[in-house]
Nanobody, 120 residues
Framework: QVQLVESGGGLVQPGGSLRLSCAAS????????MGWYRQAPGKQRELVAD???????NYADAVKGRFTISRDNAKNTVYLQMNSLKPEDTAVYLC??????????????WGQGTQVTVSS
């Protein structure tokens, strides 16, 4: 099994910044693409940003220019730097990682989520 441990959420004022981290661990697994999703109350889960193992990134339109995703492959860790936060960014942020053992299919693993609240 692969475990994802997220950290860095919290309460921040509009215009502020937060940095989320997600570390993946699992003996014998290779980690592929990693990403961040978010889910606000009463809304569907949506992609925020993702990054391939080669470093290619993809962002939701709502966060382009404000959020930056990065990763450290040696640590199997993905980061989300969130700047110029808005109240509408308030949500539970969940980390996702594609992982597999050698010669087996890729499987999606999810973290437990971290709350981000943007409010004055």
């Amino acid at each position: 099994q692969v475990q994802l441990v997220e950290s860095g959420g919290g309460l921040v004022q509009p215009g502020g910044s937060l940095r989320l981290s997600c570390a993946a661990s699992g003996s014998g697994f290779s980690i592929g693409a990693m990403g961040w999703y978010r889910q606000a109350p009463g809304k569907q889960r949506e992609l925020v940003a993702d990054i391939t193992s080669a470093g290619r990134t993809n962002y939701a339109d709502a966060v382009k220019g404000r959020f930056t995703i990065s990763r450290d492959n040696a640590k199997n860790t993905v980061y989300l730097q969130m700047n110029s936060l808005k109240p509408e960014d308030t949500a539970v942020y969940l980390c996702k990682a594609d992982a597999r053992r050698l010669l087996t299919p890729w499987y999606n693993y999810w973290g437990q989520g971290t709350q981000v609240t943007v409010s004055s």
